[in-house]
């Protein structure tokens, strides 16, 4: 038994990821669309897998730090994460047929050894995207660790702080000037709710950045501001049919994540509702 057990761990966490590979997927509307736990961040990493695809979504965003299971809440999800519980993560999302296929908002830095932690475990979870808000100066680390583990890097908005005029990644210009004239699969991961909070329209953004949008943290918000918060898809100002058709334009091949961050502990079918928006765009 213990040799099984060991043979089935084996394949799992040397499984290659299937999260990059467009036509060979389950897509929504020839999207890659899911959740990113953090709309589940009252629950656990097995809750969020089951509400994800509760919701119809066909993927997942994990994010750093969420409790592992109800039976493990002291085990957060990250890079420390022992292969016997990575089996059960990857067990799990067999279970309900959902694919891993991003990881963050998570810190990149100057320091390689680290960074490359973070890059093994991804490799590990067949998770093929970071999210990330980096440390410019760690840039030249982390594209030397994207060409090596071919896994992309999603740099991050979010929206501009008035207090901290130092704070840049809610500028597309910002994220342009980071990633320009380095390897294609360095990017932005776009986040649609916080460019509105920035005063951006989103397919103004969207545009400029072309194909260096890698993935998406979707929100439509009930209004043009910055306290704006998240309604189901199509109900709000942030005009995700025009995202999706810009998105199109552009031939986007990464995963969209509903990121719902309001109705904390019954979001389900708000989230349910954005991705079924989504479904119906594509008929």
Not at 221 to 236: E, K, R, W
Request: aromatic share 10%.
């Amino acid at each position: 038994m213990k040799r099984l057990f060991l043979f089935v761990l084996c394949c799992l966490l040397c499984a290659p990821s299937m999260a990059q590979t467009p036509g060979e997927v389950r897509t929504i509307s020839g999207f890659n669309m899911g959740c990113q736990a953090w709309s589940f961040n009252r629950y656990s990493v097995m809750d969020a897998i089951a509400k994800t695809a509760q919701a119809g979504g066909v993927c997942i965003e994990f994010f750093p730090g969420q409790r592992l299971s109800d039976d493990k809440r002291d085990v957060g999800f990250g890079p420390n994460l022992s292969d016997e519980d990575i089996l059960a993560v990857k067990a799990q999302l067999a279970k309900y047929n959902v694919r891993p296929v991003a990881f963050g908002v998570t810190g990149l830095g100057k320091d390689e050894a680290e960074n490359r932690k973070t890059f093994a475990f991804c490799k590990k979870m067949g998770i093929g995207t970071i999210t990330s808000e980096p440390d410019p100066a760690g840039m030249d680390n982390i594209e030397k660790l994207v060409k090596e583990f071919n896994i992309r890097v999603a740099i991050h908005n979010h929206p501009r702080q008035s207090n901290n005029p130092g704070y840049q990644f809610w500028n597309p210009d910002y994220v342009l000037s980071l990633v320009k004239n380095r390897d294609s699969r360095i990017g932005s991961c776009a986040d649609i709710g916080h460019w509105v909070r920035s005063g951006i329209k989103p397919t103004d953004a969207l545009k400029k950045l072309g194909s260096r949008v890698l993935n998406v943290h979707m929100k439509d918000l009930d209004v043009f501001a910055p306290d704006g918060h998240d309604v189901p898809f199509g109900t709000g100002v942030s005009d995700i049919r025009a995202v999706l058709d810009q998105l199109r334009r552009q031939k986007f091949d990464g995963n969209i994540s509903v990121e719902y961050e309001y109705n904390w502990d019954n979001n389900v079918p708000d989230v349910a509702q954005s991705i079924g928006f989504v479904r119906g765009y594509g008929r």
